[in-house]
């Protein structure tokens, strides 16, 4: 079901539906499709799971970042020796470690005066993306950057992680940035699903909240 397209998987479910017993519950393996989920609803899906919210944040080309209504592109500045590229790159002599070195603190200086709104878009911009064509010279995000720099979707985020790390959840840069990105996409994942099922949503707090407490573990335990 996975690389299906979404009208593919609701014509397989709408078939299913012909010959379903009414109390069968039906499980989506790997597939999430918020804007279709009361079809699936209506056609016997009572769940789902998927790792792509997680994935997308640092596998995907451009939707890294979830937000209720749309997605963004996180802004790349590759540590310099954490880059297999690059660092063949400086390795064959065709880069300079030095100068990779000077445009990857004056990317991240950039970034960090930005979101102190120390520094304009412009300026920011010109600085990501002089070390881009140096790790990257095929690459050419600025249509992408600016729309995620203009937008600031981070400061408008209630999540924990972005409360916390506030712009570095937008960097593309180390396993831990990435995947705090891909918990902040669960989270917000999970808001929209609320969002498209509020009564589900209600019925399962309530349930929640009349299920007994668990027992206090033992330290020795």
């Given at each position: 079901?996975?690389?299906?397209?979404?009208?593919e998987i609701?014509?397989?479910?709408?078939?299913?539906?012909?010959?379903?017993?009414?109390r069968?519950?039906?499980?989506?393996l790997?597939?999430?499709?918020?804007?279709?989920?009361?079809?699936?609803?209506?056609?016997?899906?009572?769940?789902?799971?998927?790792?792509?919210?997680?994935?997308?944040?640092f596998?995907?080309?451009?939707d890294?970042?979830?937000?209720?209504?749309?997605?963004?592109?996180?802004?790349?500045?590759?540590?310099?020796?954490?880059n297999?590229?690059?660092?063949?790159?400086?390795?064959?002599?065709?880069v300079?470690?030095d100068?990779?070195?000077?445009?990857?603190?004056?990317?991240?200086?950039?970034?960090?005066?930005?979101?102190a709104?120390?520094?304009?878009?412009d300026?920011?911009?010109?600085?990501?993306l002089?070390?881009?064509?140096?790790?990257?010279?095929?690459?050419?995000?600025?249509?992408?950057?600016?729309?995620?720099l203009?937008?600031?979707?981070?400061e408008?985020?209630?999540?924990d992680?972005?409360?916390?790390?506030?712009?570095?959840?937008i960097?593309?840069?180390?396993a831990?940035?990435?995947?705090?990105?891909?918990?902040?996409?669960?989270?917000t994942?999970y808001?929209?699903?609320q969002?498209?099922c509020?009564?589900?949503?209600?019925?399962?707090?309530?349930?929640?909240?009349?299920?007994?407490?668990?027992?206090?573990?033992?330290?020795d335990?």
């Amino acid at each position: 079901m996975v690389p299906l397209k979404t009208y593919e998987i609701l014509a397989i479910l709408q078939a299913i539906a012909e010959g379903r017993h009414p109390r069968t519950q039906l499980h989506l393996l790997g597939v999430t499709r918020t804007d279709r989920i009361r079809e699936f609803a209506a056609l016997g899906v009572t769940s789902f799971d998927s790792t792509s919210p997680l994935r997308q944040a640092f596998k995907d080309d451009k939707d890294n970042y979830y937000t209720l209504d749309r997605t963004y592109v996180a802004i790349r500045i590759p540590q310099v020796e954490g880059n297999p590229a690059l660092q063949r790159a400086v390795a064959s002599g065709k880069v300079s470690q030095d100068e990779a070195r000077k445009l990857e603190r004056a990317a991240l200086a950039a970034m960090e005066g930005y979101a102190a709104r120390k520094n304009g878009m412009d300026s920011t911009l010109n600085a990501l993306l002089e070390y881009e064509r140096l790790y990257d010279p095929g690459a050419d995000h600025e249509a992408a950057y600016r729309d995620t720099l203009r937008t600031r979707p981070w400061e408008h985020c209630a999540c924990d992680v972005c409360g916390t790390i506030g712009h570095h959840v937008i960097l593309f840069r180390g396993a831990e940035r990435n995947r705090r990105r891909g918990l902040h996409n669960v989270w917000t994942f999970y808001r929209r699903l609320q969002r498209e099922c509020p009564n589900e949503a209600a019925t399962l707090k309530q349930v929640k909240q009349q299920q007994p407490k668990p027992p206090m573990l033992g330290a020795d335990t």
